[in-house]
């Protein structure tokens, strides 16, 4: 007998989704019969922009009208105020919300800026809260939450005071309101990978990454499909009975 993964009906929030981990993610909710609602920061480029549109007509192709774009930069509270208005407005609601969106600033602690500390914290750990805030307000009873956590939170990494405490606060987040939003019969979890081969790794020199291969067991760095297939299972009916849980998702590497 074979197992399928069916999200026909329900309609996901990627924030971040314009490349990396986030495309993948939505991509992958995409295929598993999601309608989604890609988030981008449209940091005044362009960049980010054209990349989710590109993504959302991809999308499309294959279900027309399944895919759609919004901009707001997370750690802009007003601004994710107004991104859930619009979602409330066009859909009425949502039932999967994936923080994904995140930057690095890396520096050692007496190097690091305030600045470069802030900035981490505010679109890492606080953009989870107001995305978590304003979002659970509509999403619809029996739906999940899966946030980007990281290995970092555990293996406290050289240079990233700023990075590690955001991702180890996220994980107490979640768990927190895996409590607080259990009698709707909202699952709250986390996946927390290692090293990803994506583009924010492309900060990380070959010789580096080198070097963590030999630590890691599986001797390979986790690939964006890797971390979006955990989150299709802890946002589907197989994951049932999960929440306040973080998967770790690093290949047997512990830092």
Known sequence: MSVSID??????????????????IAATLHRAGANVILNHPDMGDGKTRTDAEALAARLNQSRPGSAHVVAADVSDIEAVRAM???IREGFGGFDILI???GVLRDRSLAKMTPDEWRSVIEVNLSG???C???????????GCVVSIGSLAAEAGFFGQANYAAAKAGVQAMM???SREYGKRH???????PGVVDSPMAELISESVKAEMMKVIPLRRLAQPRDVADAVLFLCSPLASYITGHTLELNGGWRG
């Not at 999200?7 to 993948?24: D, N, R």
């Open 132 to 142: 978590c805030k304003y979002g659970l307000e509509l999403m619809r009873d029996g």
């Open 128 to 130: 989870v809260f107001f």
């Open 7 to 24: 999200l026909s009906g329900k309609t996901a929030l990627v924030t971040g989704a314009s490349q990396g981990i986030g495309a993948e």
């Open 175 to 177: 768990r927190v309101l």
């Open 186 to 192: 909202i699952r709250v979890n986390v996946v927390s």
């Open 99 to 101: 923080n994904n969106a």
């Open 84 to 86: 859930m208005n619009s």
